[in-house]
Nanobody, 121 residues
Framework: QLVESGGGLVQPGGSLRLSCAASGFTLASSAIGWLRQAPGKEREVIAC????????WYTGSVKGRFTISTDNAKDTIYLQMNNLKPEDTAVYYCARRPWTCSAAAPAYDLWGQGTQVTVSL
């Protein structure tokens, strides 16, 4: 399973770090993505790390502001989010798929429950 934590309310320009604790599957053979869904919008993949942290990918709107990382000792994947903007407000999910990253949300086969991030004054 995947369990997210770290969401909350933050002012524009602020930072948050989301955590995704993984269990019950082999992390070494999995790609882990961070996805988000804003109200009225489709779920989108915003960042991903490939198996064994072999690669990372970011969608354009978060590139340079968000960083995905993995602590293999804790089986935990992080999303450091800096310079947050109101348009980053969404429910954030982590999800896994085999081996390689995908920019398509349906490609992920295991999902966490999500954590709310709200960027507002």
């Amino acid at each position: 399973q995947l369990v997210e934590s770290g969401g909350g309310l933050v002012q524009p320009g602020g930072s948050l770090r989301l955590s995704c604790a993984a269990s019950g599957f082999t992390l070494a053979s999995s790609a882990i993505g961070w996805l988000r869904q804003a109200p009225g919008k489709e779920r989108e993949v915003i960042a991903c790390t490939g198996s064994r942290a072999s690669s990372t990918w970011y969608t354009g709107s978060v590139k340079g502001r968000f960083t995905i990382s993995t602590d293999n000792a804790k089986d935990t994947i992080y999303l450091q989010m800096n310079n947050l903007k109101p348009e980053d407000t969404a429910v954030y999910y982590c999800a896994r798929r085999p081996w390689t990253c995908s920019a398509a949300a349906p490609a992920y086969d295991l999902w966490g429950q999500g954590t709310q991030v709200t960027v507002s004054l």
